[in-house]
């Protein structure tokens, strides 16, 4: 059971077995002893680990940001105008014709 046991201590690293690691040094460590001012650790980072300035938030690709005034062709067919009544604008309703030209929004009325 080598690496599975407390630096500090020797006893099982966890109730479950499966051993904390400290993430400075790396040794395996029971609950008592995981933080690093506990089991002796100097706070350095492991020589593999990102530094602080490396683990931010990194720059988008160029290609995968998009900004205002795109042109609709470079980002896909958008959808349709729509008009106040939910037809498409531009097209031609049959009925329309009949109504009176303020009756749709009569229709929107509560009362």
Same mark, same amino acid.
């Given at each position: 059971?080598?690496?599975?046991?407390?630096?500090?201590? $020797?006893? @099982?690293?966890?109730? *479950?077995?499966?051993? +904390?690691?400290?993430? +400075?040094?790396?040794?395996?460590?029971?609950?008592?002893?995981? /933080?690093?001012?506990?089991?002796?650790?100097?706070?350095?980072? /492991?020589?593999?680990?990102?530094?602080? =300035?490396?683990? $931010?938030?990194?720059?988008? *690709?160029? %290609?995968?940001?998009?900004?205002?005034?795109? @042109?609709? %062709? *470079?980002? $896909? &067919?958008?959808?349709?105008?729509?008009? /106040?009544?939910?037809?498409?604008? $531009?097209? &031609?309703?049959? *009925?329309? #014709? =009949? #109504?009176?030209? #303020?009756? !749709? !929004?009569?229709?929107? /009325?509560? !009362?």
């Amino acid at each position: 059971m080598a690496g599975k046991s407390c630096v500090v201590c $020797g006893s @099982a690293a966890s109730s *479950d077995g499966m051993p +904390y690691r400290c993430a +400075y040094c790396g040794d395996p460590v029971c609950p008592d002893h995981r /933080l690093p001012e506990n089991h002796g650790c100097t706070g350095e980072r /492991l020589a593999g680990d990102k530094t602080p =300035e490396d683990r $931010g938030p990194q720059p988008m *690709d160029p %290609e995968d940001v998009t900004t205002m005034g795109t @042109a609709p %062709e *470079d980002i $896909g &067919q958008s959808s349709p105008d729509v008009a /106040l009544d939910g037809s498409i604008a $531009g097209e &031609q309703s049959t *009925d329309s #014709e =009949e #109504e009176e030209p #303020e009756s !749709w !929004w009569r229709r929107l /009325l509560p !009362w």
